[in-house]
Nanobody
Framework: QVQLVESGGGLVQAGGSLRLSCAASGRTFSSYTMGWFRQAPGKERELVAAIRWNGGSTSYADSVKGRFTISRDNAKNTVYLQMNSLKPDDTAVYYC??????????????WGQGTQVTVSS
């Protein structure tokens, strides 16, 4: 069982930056793929970025490549999403998720409660 708690969301102007954090409980965090997802009103949930258990591989949505960076610190049971050059289209609830397998879809086993990111124009 893995419990996930996101933090770091908020209101930012276009062009600004935010860093999201996701703290995980559970002794097996270091063996899990971690993903960041987002869901805007009226839209489906989409994968933003994913990272393998050892940080050896990452995957990004085309819309965030070059602007967002996912990273993890297994010693701290935490995964991060650094978001730069934010755009109004990035406005959404951002979710952290964990899965024992490498996944780039939405079928992750464990989910956080989400944190709101709002980018003003």
């Amino acid at each position: 069982q893995v419990q996930l708690v996101e933090s770091g969301g908020g209101l930012v102007q276009a062009g600004g930056s935010l860093r999201l954090s996701c703290a995980a409980s559970g002794r097996t965090f270091s063996s899990y793929t971690m993903g960041w997802f987002r869901q805007a009103p009226g839209k489906e949930r989409e994968l933003v970025a994913a990272i393998r258990w050892n940080g050896g591989s990452t995957s990004y949505a085309d819309s965030v490549k070059g602007r967002f960076t996912i990273s993890r610190d297994n010693a701290k049971n935490t995964v991060y999403l650094q978001m730069n050059s934010l755009k109004p289209d990035d406005t959404a609830v951002y979710y952290c998720a964990a899965d024992p397998n490498w996944r780039v879809g939405v079928l992750y086993d464990y989910w956080g409660q989400g944190t709101q990111v709002t980018v003003s124009s």
